[in-house]
């Protein structure tokens, strides 16, 4: 993988986590009494030899094994790179080095390639199925998010200890710092580690799914048509089989066919061009607020098929936005 080209995709997290450290920036130049927005040579200098300085200190900390360490200082190296970039781009068209992100890459991957704890070493065996696997990192990112851990009790599973928990459980990194590293790790495994075997057997679940989902739509039931379809964006998901797939396609004619046969008072109320659009709007609405919040009553005369399709957890989100919004489009026909 072109560790150049990945390491612009850090994700929103990182970004929000950038953007409120480029206004504490702000502040704190404007305090100094700096010229906002002007960083003279010497200073550009002396900010491209602490990065520097920052990746050769990591360096030697993941020889020692202490990643947390070594990610805390790649890290604050990239904020700062990133804020020096902000500082500088407010002036001019000059394009200020950014290497601090490489590094954080190059060592997640020697971590994922490399590590041999025995949580990483399940994560590298391609047999090993791939939905427990992606299950296993959801339960660390929630781990991740127990800042108040004594890092030095927690077993994983009741058995896992080692890299990848300690790096969870450390509180030198933030919440976004961690998702960052299983987002490299979980991406990883979905190309790299996933056999041959498991992807049939995903492309062969998918299909399966598919032809029922058709034939559940042929006997108008919507609800189950678009749980079997969750579960294909699912299935797609993991897999990162997308390009080999026309799912939305599927979805769409769909949604085509539940809108036109639904003639429930609800949807017929929608469809109906003698209703000013702008109320039809505040009905949909409402409904879909309703049904996104759990114990919020919904008017008996709009309970229906869409009222389920809406509050049933197990739709993807995907999906139902993509109802709301060809329900929009029908309503300005």
Request: hydrophobic share 40%.
């Amino acid at each position: 993988m072109n560790v150049k080209n990945n390491s612009r995709i850090r994700g929103l997290y990182l970004f929000l986590i950038v953007l409120c450290m480029v206004f504490t920036a702000h502040v704190n130049v404007l305090n100094a009494g700096w010229l906002f927005g002007k960083l003279t040579e010497e200073r550009k200098h002396a900010i491209k030899e602490e990065v520097q300085d920052a990746i050769r200190m990591a360096e030697t900390l993941s020889k020692e094994k202490k990643y947390d360490e070594a990610l805390r200082l790649l890290f604050d190296a990239m904020y700062k790179e990133d804020r020096t970039q902000l500082l500088i781009a407010l002036d001019s068209d000059e394009k200020f080095p950014m290497v601090a992100a490489d590094e954080i890459i190059k060592l997640e991957k020697s971590l994922i390639y490399e590590d041999q704890s025995p949580l990483m070493q399940l994560f590298r065996d391609p047999d090993f199925p791939l939905e427990e696997k992606l299950a296993y990192i959801s339960e660390l990112r929630v781990l991740a998010t127990k800042w108040r851990l004594n890092r030095e009790k927690v077993l994983f599973r009741g058995k896992y200890n080692g890299t990848l928990v300690q790096l969870m459980t450390s509180p030198r990194l933030n919440q976004g710092e961690k998702f960052d590293v299983l987002y490299w790790i979980q991406s990883t495994i979905q190309k790299e580690y996933t056999s041959a075997a498991q992807r049939n057997q995903i492309k062969k679940d998918i299909a399966q799914l598919q032809t029922l989902a058709d034939q559940k739509l042929r006997e108008h039931q919507y609800v189950e048509v678009f749980l079997l379809l969750s579960e294909v964006e699912q299935k797609l998901r993991d897999s990162l089989l997308y390009a080999q797939y026309t799912t939305y396609q599927q979805v769409d004619q769909s949604i085509e066919g539940y809108l036109q046969a639904d003639e429930s008072p609800l949807m017929t109320l929608l469809k109906n061009p003698a209703i000013p659009i702008t109320k039809r709007k505040e009905v949909l609405a409402e409904v879909r607020f309703s049904t996104s919040l759990d114990n919020v009553p919904i008017q008996e005369k709009y309970h229906g098929p869409l009222v389920q399709i809406f509050s049933d957890p197990k739709i993807s989100e995907t999906i139902k936005t993509y109802i709301l919004g060809l329900i929009v489009e029908m309503m300005k026909k």
